[in-house]
């Protein structure tokens, strides 16, 4: 890694180099570091436990320009909350220019040095190489992730000081670089929590999303996915994170309770739970006079997430800046103020049985005889291809056997069905309607293939004329739509061409005085940008989802999927085939449902997949 002594350049992994820092230093030190030999490939050091922090070590004297570049790119994987020691590598201007938290850039295998001959010399005090590799992702200064493709190539200079003749990093790229291995050791996602508004981004800027909800109102919190580095105290990296206000993608859909201008009271360097698992917060004074209502919403969002980092904490205290108490609130009561993803555990797993009717059975058992739900949509009057339910299991929607028609009704005994609330002019099924989906504010969304007039809509309370959703930027034909609960963010499986990707927006709601919203889903990115025909998905969590799909040349999997692109911890789903639709609880609870070559099945925890029924299609939890 690094000049050959025929003037060619060596591209090897950045820990190729046994000498150069010795790999790492896990607690107590690491093994002796030979003194001399040739450079040779290793493997990198294991680093299993997860508790254990790891730190590089500082260059060694008279160290070569690549073994400086190869030390510099260790450290950058260790667990140094400033980067102290890979501040060591660079020289002092460059040390105090360099910006470790602008960005994380992700390669596939880590970054190679290439030397550049026409500064690179021996016998010169001037060295340089080119990093190189193959671009995965990036996470920005907000620590939100974005998927990313292409070739990486960013130049690192050296120089020799005169007088100690040690050589040092005088020029890089701003920012972190490391490969998706080292990434994934060293980072996770969490999720942070603000609130769903219903003001357009204009209001929000103006201080409007900044206000607490009306008294009484239940509001929803929405996730916020970002990326924290997993040993360097995540909590209060959370918590800075939260206070700076959301990522710029879910910024105009969202608010915060926190006043603009709100950090940690000055001196505050971390924060750490008491032993009764309250972790107690000094804000700064842009958030000392609030009143009380506001600062439970404050500690809300605090504890939703916290929660996920550290799931025991399970109450919040707030302080002002001299240290007396804003407010306290515990986990009984944030679930009084906001919710996360469904209101309730789901009773039934619902689908369509061999008579086309809308059937259910308790929590997805298998091995449970379905009954047809009450109301017209179980009487099989309308024959039914599919449904969806909402999310207090009072009201389903149902798209006719042709896929003309979208119906209505209350899952109540007795109840009439009526007219469709929407019909499609497609010629044939598949350019027709595609499955329903609600939200928890009790909107149904559905998007219409007609080629002629392809459209996305939303119909408020499942009722009314239908909304016009418009979706700029959206090249292609919307084929599946899944809303989540919170009501501000939609997935959809996009058809152009040959290929059919997974991509996930966000929704505005402009409210204008005397006349119906205007929405549009905003923000359109990839959630899942290695399939290229996605056949099926399903919201699996406040900002996961499950997704059926194949990649370039191989069969269909089923795998988790975060909102961003990211691919979530944990193990993947059972390979399954045939796989025509997928259904999720945000319970996870209880167990993922499949519509296959097999009917329906099941996969609970630890196990294989399960027949639930043989002739059943298109299973749906709430949602």
């Known amino acids: 890694m690094g000049a050959d002594r025929e003037g060619g350049a060596r591209r090897r992994p950045i820990r190729a180099v046994a000498y150069a820092v010795c ?10 570091m030979p003194d001399n030999g040739d ?4 493997e990198s050091t294991p680093r299993q436990d997860a508790q254990v922090r790891v730190f590089a070590m500082p260059p060694r004297e008279d160290a070569p320009p690549v073994e400086i570049v190869q030390g510099f790119l260790e450290a950058l994987t260790s667990d140094d909350p400033q980067y102290a020691t890979a501040r060591q590598y660079l020289t002092p201007t460059a040390a105090q220019q360099w910006r470790p938290e602008r960005a994380t850039t992700v390669l596939a295998g880590g970054p190679d040095i290439q030397v550049d001959h026409s500064i690179g010399r021996d016998d010169t005090d001037d060295y340089a190489f080119t990093l190189t590799g193959s671009k995965v992702a990036r996470v920005d200064a907000q620590q939100a992730y974005t998927p990313l493709g292409g070739d990486y190539g960013e130049p690192v ?3 020799r000081d005169r007088k100690t003749r040690q050589w040092r990093i005088d020029g890089l790229p ?10 994934q050791r060293n980072y996770m996602s969490v999720n942070k929590y603000y609130f769903a508004s219903n003001t357009s981004s204009a209001a929000g800027a103006s201080g409007a999303a900044d206000a607490p909800a009306a008294s009484g109102e239940h509001a929803t919190a929405v996730a916020d996915p970002v990326y924290v580095r997993r040993r360097v105290d995540a909590m209060t990296q959370m918590v800075r994170s939260l206070l700076s206000g959301p990522t710029r993608w879910l910024g105009p859909a969202v608010r915060s309770s926190f006043p603009t201008g709100t950090a940690l009271r000055k001196g505050v360097t971390s924060l750490t739970p008491d032993d009764q698992n309250k972790l107690t917060v000094p804000l700064n004074e842009e958030a000392s006079r609030v ?3 506001k600062c439970v919403e404050m500690a809300t969002q605090l504890l939703f997430t916290l929660q996920n980092v550290t799931p025991t904490v399970d109450t919040v205290a707030l302080q002002r800046a001299d240290g007396t108490s804003l407010c306290t609130i515990g986990e009984g009561r944030a679930e009084t103020v906001a919710t996360r993803g469904s209101v309730k555990r789901p009773d039934f797993l619902y689908f369509v049985d061999d008579k086309d009717r809308l059937v259910r059975i308790a929590g997805g058992s298998a091995g449970t005889a379905a009954d047809p739900v009450p109301g017209a949509l179980g009487e099989g009057t309308r024959k039914l291809r599919s449904a969806a339910v909402s999310w207090d299991e009072q009201s389903a929607a149902g798209v006719g056997l042709d896929g003309r028609s979208l119906y209505v009704g209350s899952l109540v005994s007795g109840g009439s069905l009526g007219e469709p609330v929407l019909q499609s002019g497609g010629r044939t099924e598949d350019d027709r309607l595609t499955t329903p989906s609600w939200d928890a504010r009790g909107d149904l969304w559905v998007a219409d293939r007609d080629p002629a007039r392809p459209r996305l809509l939303v119909l408020e309370q499942g009722a009314g004329q239908p909304l016009e959703v418009r979706v700029p930027g959206l090249r292609g034909r919307v084929n599946a739509v899944r809303v989540a609960a919170d009501g501000v963010r939609i997935a959809l499986v996009v058809d152009k061409g040959d290929k059919r990707s997974l991509l996930v927006g966000r929704i505005e709601r402009h409210l204008r005085s005397g006349e119906r919203p205007a929405v549009a889903v905003l923000g359109l990115r990839p959630a899942a940008p290695e399939l290229e025909d996605v056949t099926a998905v399903s919201w ?8 059926a799909g194949r990649e370039q040349g191989s069969v269909q999997t089923i795998r988790y999927v975060q909102v961003d692109g990211s691919a979530p911890e944990g193990p993947t789903p059972a390979a399954l085939t045939g796989v025509k639709s997928v259904a999720a609880s945000e319970d996870d609870r209880l167990p993922l449902v499949a519509y296959s070559e097999d009917g329906i099945v099941r996969l609970p925890s630890g196990a294989q997949w399960q027949q639930v029924v043989k002739n059943g299609s298109a299973p749906v939890y709430p949602g």
């Not at 790999?23 to 002796?32: D, H, K």
């Not at 450079?39 to 290793?42: A, G, S």
């Not at 699996?540 to 997704?547: E, P, T």
């Open 39 to 42: 450079l040779r490939d290793v």
């Open 540 to 547: 699996a969590g406040d900002s996961r989802l499950v997704v």
């Open 23 to 32: 790999g790492v230093v896990l607690l107590a030190g690491c093994a002796s």
């Open 174 to 183: 701003q920012g972190v670089v490391m490969g998706q291995s080292d990434f």
């Open 291 to 293: 009143g009380h209502e």
């Open 157 to 159: 200079h050296l120089r």
